[in-house]
């Protein structure tokens, strides 16, 4: 069974750093783009960051460029979110998806929550 | 960046019932078009890819169409697990993008 295991979520005070992970099992990982997409509490769903099979392209939302890194361990089957420099507005659900374009399997998700 | 916006953002309807869905893109998208279910308190699920091809595993109940900036999202004959919130999602470029979500409600 394909799975998608994010941790790393958790309270943090503006300014600060958390370093998501994701955990992937039952499919090849390393032959597929993965992702990151973010749902702020009773809103929509919003794309974070898109990383090539190899990690040799990264993709980011505007709002997180400079701040957030997505990197990615084949060998370990795991995909990582290092976010800095948090805002409230970072506040959100964080999913670990697969693929670049559409996202068929999706994690169940890591909560972020930025506050003082 | 490709806005898309969808309608109606909240639609009531009974079981049994047809309901669409549009999705209009800001700009003109060639395939790259996804439709996602999310209900709550879960992770969505993926519906439809590539404008019309249903997702393995989903219901033939759920059908798609269109091109360029227009959408639909059809559910011929709604079912109690069809309430839900639906997105689109363009996926031509970066930053990919989604619709504000269309909220499916029982009546």
């Known amino acids: 069974e394909m799975q998608l295991v994010e941790s790393g979520g958790g309270l943090v005070q503006p300014g600060g750093t958390l370093r998501l992970s994701c955990a992937a099992s039952g499919f090849t990982f390393g032959s597929y783009w993965m992702s990151w997409v973010r749902q702020a509490p009773g809103k929509g769903l919003e794309w974070v960051a898109t990383?090539?099979?190899?990690?040799?392209?990264?993709y980011y939302v505007d709002s997180v460029k400079g701040r957030f890194t997505i990197s990615r361990d084949n060998a370990k089957n795991s995909l990582y979110l290092q976010m800095n420099s948090l805002r409230a507005e970072d506040t959100a659900v964080y999913y670990c998806?697969?693929?670049?374009?559409?996202?068929?399997?999706w994690g169940k998700g890591t909560t972020v929550t930025v506050s003082s | 960046d490709i806005q898309m916006t969808q309608s109606p953002s909240s639609v009531s309807a009974s079981v049994g019932d047809r309901v669409t869905i549009t999705c209009r893109a800001s700009q003109g998208i060639t395939t790259w078009l996804a439709w996602y279910q999310q209900k709550p308190g879960k992770a969505p699920e993926l519906l439809i890819y590539a404008v019309s091809s249903l997702q393995s595993g989903v219901p033939s109940r759920f059908s798609a169409s269109g091109s360029g900036t227009d959408f639909t999202l059809t559910i011929s004959s709604l079912q109690p697990e069809d309430f839900a919130t639906y997105y689109c999602q363009q996926a031509d470029r970066f930053p990919r993008t989604f619709g504000q979500g269309t909220n499916v409600e029982i009546k």
């Open positions: 990383i090539k099979e190899d990690g040799s392209e990264k």
């Open positions: 998806v697969r693929g670049g374009r559409s996202w068929g399997v």
